[in-house]
């Protein structure tokens, strides 16, 4: 971590670090024209077409183009807006051009309402004529097929409309949430172990939780949780909003439950939750003899929750500049061939990347972008191993958005949140096969296979523990409960004592930490980390074995988009994860890499 005592601010950032955001629009000066112009259009297409698309082929197909023209605009006045935000979530005129942008959503929304009613009210043998008389509406045939699929969920024109103007209201508790934990919460500084005071960050928490000393990782997980602790009751409520605005569109639009709404919007069969829950639930003693061998290697008495991002090794625990993680990324991702290559040089020369932390940047990292301009990636860059992997991480899912885009239509460019982490592990799997091929001795081994199994408990166990919270915390809503700050903090805890066993104290501030995870503002996403992460370990390793013929069809793979099924576009690949087969060899693996640690760890 250094000793550097408080952040930078934006303007310290040198320009190469930072993401060409100009790429999408130039100046604010663009943007508000472009958002003028947008907003005058929007009113333009109900009024030319509402209540005439049964009429021909052809006025449905101009209708179909002008709304996908319309809202391919707003996603770039969107990204732009929002991006230009994360860069610091305190300056208000960004904040401004962000509200106004999700008003303009909401709009959109309203104006584009009467579309899916009004198709469903179109004959079946109309709309079967239409679609095998007119060519030109080929390319919206998988969009149509996908209103009737949904046909018992779409509501009546008014209703549709009520709904999206609720829009912007339904993400006020991501919107609070965000604010408050981004903006507005502080917290403490710390000593760190040359004794001097830094000051605790989200970005800083995990590198504190990482340092030798024992003292600075308590006082790093007290600080933060005690924090966290003192606004319950703020956070309990903006979480509970959350849910109850989940419960809220699922019944109107006639799902049994939140999950189910969830789940059927992605094409995933509720069996693929329910497998990785239950498989996991069934290989949770190889996390619990992981957690021994943490606890003998560390030579702890016992082991706390801040214990479990130390170290394992001293020596091989080397810095990792953001140009040396560029070059580990790249040896890293040679399998998947030359081209694949020379995009990732393009990205690092031509400033997709946001690389560093400064003062109110959003934190974590994404990636993210609008059709027609290059993805962009959200990083808060720290210089160790864990921040080359985040990259390779980002830049899988930028490279997913970059293929895509080029393959396939806009309609068709987007693809789902389940099939999105396969393309980002994937990369974290490749690049570490390589690392632990060419370790030089083993300590250097060890540290890998550490790092590796890590990554199996933040991404299969630990998000397969949020995903079961999220899944009884919406059931106990749906049945009437109350989202307490106690029932919350009750709930968490009786899940960190099964998934982390009687091997570790569970000590009291892990209870709070559901109110700082901010992917439970996207319910029901987590559980894809850990089903993308089986499926990439399956594909990485079949990329490895079977060369050049199994990494092309990888990239048929991030190619596909949306134009198929998620779980059809994985076949194409060559996994199933319809089979709970995926998560069993995952975690197969992971007991094989234990059982080699163990063994260097004896010797």
């Given amino acids: 971590m250094g000793d550097e005592r408080s952040l930078r601010t934006r303007e310290e950032i040198p ?14 000066g663009q943007w508000e024209a472009e958002f003028s112009a947008l907003e005058a259009a929007i009113p333009i297409l109900p009024a030319t077409y509402q209540g005439k698309l049964g009429a021909s082929s052809g006025t449905l197909c101009a209708c179909l183009r002008e709304a996908y023209g319309l809202q391919l605009r707003l996603d770039r006045l969107f990204v732009y807006a929002n991006e230009k935000l994360h860069e610091n979530t305190a300056n208000p005129a960004y904040q401004g051009l ?21 198709i469903l009210s179109i004959p079946e043998e109309t709309l079967a ?20 699929r949904n046909r018992t969920h779409i509501l009546s024109a008014p209703l549709e409309q009520l709904l999206s103007a609720s829009g912007e209201l339904s993400g006020s508790p991501e919107d609070i949430f965000s604010a408050f934990t981004n903006a507005d919460l502080k917290f403490p500084s710390i000593k760190n172990h040359e004794g001097n005071l830094v000051e605790l960050t989200e970005a800083r928490y995990v590198p504190f939780l990482k340092d030798r000393d024992r003292r600075v990782r308590k006082d790093a997980f007290d600080a933060l949780f005690t924090t966290y602790d003192a606004y319950r009751n703020t956070l309990a409520a903006t979480y509970s909003a959350n849910v ?3 419960i809220f569109y699922a019944k109107a639009r006639k799902f049994s439950s939140t999950r189910e709404a969830s789940l059927f919007y992605g094409r995933i069969p509720l069996s693929v939750y329910d497998n990785l829950v239950q498989t996991v639930r069934r290989r949770l003693p190889l996390m619990h003899r992981y957690l021994a061998l943490r606890k003998r290697v560390l030579q702890l008495p016992d082991l ?28 890293g991702l040679k399998p998947l061939g030359e081209e694949y290559g020379s995009i990732l040089q393009e990205a690092f020369q031509n400033r997709w990347i946001d690389v560093y932390e400064n003062r109110g940047k959003r934190g974590g990292a994404y ?5 027609g301009v290059h993805p962009y990636v959200l990083l808060n860059h720290k210089d160790d191993l864990n921040g080359a992997f985040t990259l390779a991480h980002e830049m899988g899912h930028a490279l997913h958005t970059y293929y895509s885009a080029k393959h396939q239509p806009y309609p068709y460019a987007g693809y789902t949140l389940f099939v999105a982490e396969v393309a980002s592990t994937c990369n974290e799997s490749l690049l570490m096969q390589h690392m632990l091929q060419n370790a030089k001795d083993k300590t250097e081994r060890l540290f890998l296979l550490n790092h590796f199994l890590e990554e199996f408990r933040g991404t299969v166990f630990r998000q397969t523990m949020f995903a079961e919270f999220e899944q009884k915390a919406h059931a106990l809503a749906e049945s009437g409960g109350a989202l307490t700050p106690d029932v919350l903090s009750g709930l968490y805890r009786e899940l960190n004592q099964t998934y982390f066993g009687d091997g570790v104290i569970i000590d009291p501030g892990i209870d709070i930490e559901w109110a700082r995870i901010p992917h439970f503002y996207s319910s029901f996403y987590v559980y894809q ?5 089986s499926a990439a370990i399956a594909l990485s390793r079949r990329i490895l074995t079977e060369g050049p013929k199994a990494a092309r069809d990888y990239l048929s793979f991030l190619k ?27 975690l197969s693996l992971f007991e094989e890499l234990l059982g080699q640690m163990e063994q260097i760890e004896q010797l």
């Fill in 15 to 28: 320009a190469q670090d930072k993401w060409a955001v100009e790429d999408l629009f130039a100046t604010d």
């Fill in 98 to 118: 962000s509200s106004r942008a999700q008003r303009l959503a909401v709009s959109l929304g309203g104006a584009l309402s009467f579309v899916e009613p009004e």
């Fill in 129 to 148: 004529g239409f679609l095998t008389g007119d060519r030109s509406l080929s390319l919206y045939r998988r969009s149509i097929g996908e209103i009737r």
């Fill in 244 to 246: 109850k605005k989940d």
């Fill in 304 to 331: 706390h929750m801040y214990d479990l991002y130390a170290p394992l090794v001293g020596d091989a625990d080397q810095t990792v500049s953001f140009s040396q993680a560029k070059g580990l990324v790249l040896e």
């Fill in 367 to 371: 990636s993210w972008g609008a059709y």
């Fill in 529 to 533: 980390y850990a089903t993308g992460f």
């Fill in 560 to 586: 596909g988009g949306s134009s198929l099924d998620p779980i059809d576009l994985l076949k194409i690949a060559g996994v199933d994860m319809e089979s709970p087969r995926p998560v069993e060899q995952a």
